[in-house]
């Protein structure tokens, strides 16, 4: 039974808060947040019974700055890493569609508009679906096929990765493949909540992964992880040429946030079992905490992703498993609900952390902890935003619906790491809380700008 010692987190404890020294301390995080999160941990047993205490984490721009699955996008096309045929390739971003029938998402099926071409004219999803196979169909035949043993009689290529990434057609389907996915992304609708919305989000990138082994998805996410991490932060733009001449760009670089694997060490340590549920397919997740040595903390068991089907042959099918939630907004939720709720004896989550609209529902369900919110400037018309309202409203202080304490937590997007503040900058020059009200947070602010 969860125990509601209101004065574990009361007001005028808080306010201490603000000058006080802390025990624990993440020299990413503000004084301010690290003292918050000292209070939480010294006080964990007076609020929750034993086996009742748990927190839970998003993964991608969360534990991270940058997403695993942009990220591992652009490096699967630098290295032309496929399984696939050209005609499958077809058939995944089809979606099933065709001339006649559409859905919410695309509601004029194949002939819905995508995007507009370098000349602002309309480009559908066939035409791009059809000059992209175009393209990976000369790949394919020349480098893929061999490489990567997919054709029986295919001979032993002669062609290096260097020499085919120096072809016309690569370039063309480097622009066009990103045209396709991020404008197939793109398509979700007013309702990002609906099925058809949250299905296309969580499933598009990772169709790329179609005919790989569990294995190789593995060492492709952990290769791809290291490189991203050497990377420039970068949004890499191309242009393709001939006759569909359109701009497709990419995500590349990673960072990762000691800030958060310091957080999540200390709630383990206090006896928090501590969960990630994320957006990105679960076997992305897990190999990335594996990689960043977090697998004591967060076994592979306590990280929920995106589900995916395999075949009798072992081989990645790009389908959602059946009867699992999509992890994103409300599918988080469901799993704290269905989950780990029922594991930990019905208590609710006593910490959490997130930074966007996909996380909201799960970090609505903290009571008598902590909620912590990286800031990444979203509007205010983004419900992660009155997360950043909420950090400004009860700094110092408890809300009193839900006894919880609310953290705001800045980043330099130029360099990709938290710092001592609330405010986060775009450009290194100019920071901001994001929120109009309060006084713009600027108890918020820290630094002396």
Not at 9 to 15: D, E, P, T, W
Not at 119 to 144: M, R
Not at 360 to 373: K, L, Q
Request: charged share 15%; aromatic share 12%.
């Amino acid at each position: 039974m969860v125990r509601i010692v209101a004065a574990v987190l009361s007001a005028a404890f808080m306010a201490d808060c603000v000058i006080a020294k802390s025990a624990f301390l993440t020299a990413e995080a503000p004084d301010y947040n690290n003292k918050v999160v000292d209070n939480l941990l010294g006080n964990i047993h007076s609020v929750r019974g034993k086996g009742e205490a748990y927190a839970v984490f998003d993964w991608d721009n969360t534990c991270m700055f940058g997403d695993i699955s942009y990220t591992a996008v652009f490096y699967q096309v630098d290295n032309l890493d496929f399984r696939f045929t050209p005609q499958q390739l077809k058939l995944m971003f089809s979606r099933g569609l065709n001339a006649s029938n559409g859905d919410t998402c695309l509601s004029n099926g194949i002939h819905s508009k995508l995007g507009d071409d370098v000349y602002g004219t309309s480009v559908t999803l066939a035409t791009a679906l059809a000059e992209t196979v175009k393209d990976y169909e000369v790949l394919y035949n020349a480098y893929i096929a061999s490489k990567y043993h997919l054709v029986a009689t295919a001979s032993v290529t002669t062609v290096t990765l260097r020499e085919i990434k120096g072809s016309r057609e690569y370039h063309n389907f480097r622009a066009k493949l990103a045209f396709l996915l991020f404008g197939l992304e793109a398509m979700i609708g007013t309702n990002d909540h609906s099925l058809c919305s949250m299905t296309v989000a969580a499933t598009i990138f990772p169709q790329l992964l179609l005919g790989m082994t569990k294995s190789e998805i593995q060492t492709l996410i952990r290769s791809s992880i290291r490189w991203n991490l050497g990377q420039a932060l970068e949004t890499p733009t191309y242009t393709s040429t001939g006759h569909l001449q359109v701009q497709g760009s990419y995500t590349k670089g990673l960072r990762f946030f000691s800030g958060q694997e310091s957080t999540m060490r200390a709630l383990r340590t206090a006896g928090v079992d501590v969960y990630i549920i994320s957006a990105s397919p679960q076997l992305f997740a897990a190999e990335a905490g594996n990689l960043f040595g977090l697998g004591n903390t967060v076994p592979n068991d306590n990280v929920y992703g995106v589900r995916f089907k395999f075949d009798a042959a072992g081989l990645f099918t790009g389908k959602l498993v059946d009867h699992y939630p999509i992890t994103w907004g409300p599918g988080k939720a469901t799993i704290v609900k269905s989950i780990l709720k029922p594991m930990h004896y019905g208590a609710p989550p006593i910490y959490s952390s997130g930074d966007s609209d996909g996380d909201c529902e799960m970090m609505d369900m903290v009571r008598d902890g902590v909620v912590d919110t990286n800031n990444r400037l979203n509007g205010n018309t983004s419900c992660i935003h009155r997360f950043y309202v909420k950090a400004c409203k009860y700094f110092g202080t408890t809300e009193p619906r839900t006894n919880n304490v609310y953290l705001l937590q800045g980043q330099d997007q130029v360099i990709g790491t938290w710092i001592t503040s609330g405010f986060s900058t775009k450009d290194g020059i100019t920071y901001e809380s994001g929120v109009s009200s309060y006084d713009h947070c600027k108890h918020y602010q820290f630094l002396h700008l």
